[in-house]
């Protein structure tokens, strides 16, 4: 379960995607499986959830880990650099962006 409190040694990543409503949930179903299947099994993994907008044009990713370090081993693993590429071909672009949580309310 995701925790969200200032001064947590953990990594914070956001990852939004633009998507057409045709492709949204092609690629809701593959990063349901990434994450089924690979990303939520790699050391330091904690949590993650899927947001998509009413539109069907927007899809959010939160996911935390236990360090920066466990998240950029998953992201430069040879399966997720594999798992990127279609996970690309099927979004207009995507971005994932590490956070620090500055305060809560």
């Not at 349901?32 to 044009?57: E, P």
């Amino acid at each position: 379960m995701p925790t969200i409190r200032k001064g947590e040694a953990r990594q914070t990543v956001i990852t939004t995607f633009e998507v057409t409503p045709g492709t949204c949930q092609d690629l809701v179903d593959e990063l349901t499986a990434a994450y089924r299947d690979f990303i939520s099994n790699q050391s330091g993994f904690v949590a993650a959830g899927l947001h998509v907008n009413d539109a069907q044009t927007r899809i959010a990713n939160y996911s935390q880990w236990e360090n920066r370090d466990h998240f950029l081993a998953m992201l430069r693993s040879k399966e997720m650099r594999d798992r990127n590429r279609k996970i690309s071909a099927l979004c207009k672009t995507f971005e994932p962006v590490m956070y620090d949580v500055q305060e809560t309310f």
